[in-house]
């Protein structure tokens, strides 16, 4: 058999297993053909690329980001979407989930009609993999960079509405558990296999098991536009964390939580239930500057996004900085850190039988890294979607 691509690496993080001085065979389908010892391959490729001095991983898949390069997903416009889509596959995500944010209904709406218009068209980098909604039915004490004005209550017959317009492709719901109608959106959502997450919430301990209970199987952005923890009031955050069930998103940027505070997250759910997530706004790629995040002013200044009241407002954080971030400042070893950008975001979405690893059969969605953990090289589903330089 002919392949369409070689990929000689100096190792491979599958991310079970690092293997050294090993090959890639990349079939015409897309999808990964063989994983072998350098010295032991012996078949014809169309294209040969050498990395012996690089480090080849699993795509990152994004499962919370709004937007970059200057585009966001509430513009409602396919070009941005294509712009956020080139921009991601330089910074080594293969997939991602274009992100809403709280605003009036009808620029939701827009904004999903323009992420179903950029899936059926195509995009040029990372591949859209679904629509995440977050929000508007989220809490006002825990609005966060959420637009209170926008905020509304749950039902089934609206999420039912938005769903159609997504003609299959609103794969995540972040919704305030203890919201009336909560559950029953919940149950609704978990029984069309959409995930749900709790999010910008003030859910009591016991608020929040019954949203665990009813489906809702990830906790949005940890710590982050939740209620926190008190000893005699564990609230969502108890939950969460006591939970086997359940997995969380965190933003490992150094600004949103102590350093502490993402260490007890590894000791009490491990790396198999924790996702790296960017959460960027607009900004990230750009200098500081202000911007728009759906109907609110952003100002970036030294990196970091806030409303002009000094609120936390997302993020400029790109997944390549969010692995090398986790590597530097946590007791996490490389291996761990790809499997919590790759595997473990594919396996809360349920796409671990075709991405989120190195294995035979699987899409070839890759990326090379050089010694510094700086991407050199994205491919996703067989096909050379970024070349540094």
């Known amino acids: ?25 990349i079939k015409e389908d897309g999808r990964i053909g063989f994983i072998e010892p ?24 994004d499962i919370h980001i709004h937007g970059s390069a200057g585009a966001d997903t509430m513009d409602a416009s396919m070009e941005s979407i294509r712009k956020i889509s080139r921009f991601l596959a330089s910074k080594g995500v293969t997939g991602f989930y274009p992100t809403t944010v709280t605003a009036p209904m009808d620029k939701i709406k ?25 929000g508007p039915y989220l809490s006002k004490e825990k609005a966060g960079a959420q637009d209170p004005r926008f905020l509304r209550t749950p039902n089934t017959d609206e999420i039912a509405e938005l769903l159609k317009i997504g003609e299959g492709f609103v794969k995540r719901v972040t919704l305030a558990p203890e919201l009336p109608g909560a559950l029953d959106v919940t149950k609704f959502l978990v ?49 969460v964390l006591t939970r086997d069930d359940v997995y969380v998103e965190i933003i490992i940027d150094n ?10 997250v590894i000791r009490c759910k491990g790396t198999d239930r924790v996702a790296l997530i960017s ?27 806030r409303l002009p009241d000094g609120t936390i407002a997302g993020s400029t954080l790109t997944m390549d900085q969010a692995i090398r971030n986790v590597v ?10 790809v499997k919590m950008a790759s595997y473990v975001p594919a396996k809360i979405m349920g796409l671990d039988k075709y991405k989120g690893s190195i294995e035979i059969g699987k899409d070839a969605d890759l990326v090379i890294l050089n010694r510094d953990l700086e991407v050199v090289l994205t491919i996703v589903k067989g096909t050379i979607v970024y070349k540094r330089g």
Do not use: C
Request: no cysteine; glycine share 10%; hydrophobic share 45%.
């Open 38 to 61: 350098s010295d032991s391959v012996n078949v014809e490729a169309g294209e040969i690329l050498n990395y012996r001095d690089s480090i080849l991983v699993p795509g990152f898949i």
């Open 1 to 25: 058999m002919e392949y369409k691509l070689i990929i000689h690496a100096g190792e491979i993080i599958t991310p079970f297993s690092r293997l050294k001085n090993y090959s890639v065979g």
């Open 255 to 264: 600004v949103h939580h102590h350093y502490a505070a993402r260490e007890i």
């Open 110 to 134: 827009e904004a999903i009609k323009a992420v179903v218009n950029a899936i059926k068209n195509g995009v040029p980098g990372a591949q859209i993999l679904g629509i995440h909604l977050e």
């Open 191 to 239: 029984e069309k296999s959409i995930v749900v997450a709790m999010g910008h919430t003030n859910a009591t301990y016991d608020e929040a098991i019954k949203a665990i209970e009813a489906g809702a199987k990830l906790a949005n952005h940890m710590y982050n536009g939740m209620r926190g923890f008190h000893h005699r009031d564990p609230g969502i955050v108890g939950a």
């Open 279 to 305: 959460d960027a706004i607009m900004a990230a790629g750009l200098a500081d500057g202000e911007y728009m995040l759906g109907e609110q002013k952003i100002i970036v200044k030294n990196g970091i996004s």
């Open 328 to 337: 530097e400042h946590l007791n996490v070893s490389l291996m761990d850190a």
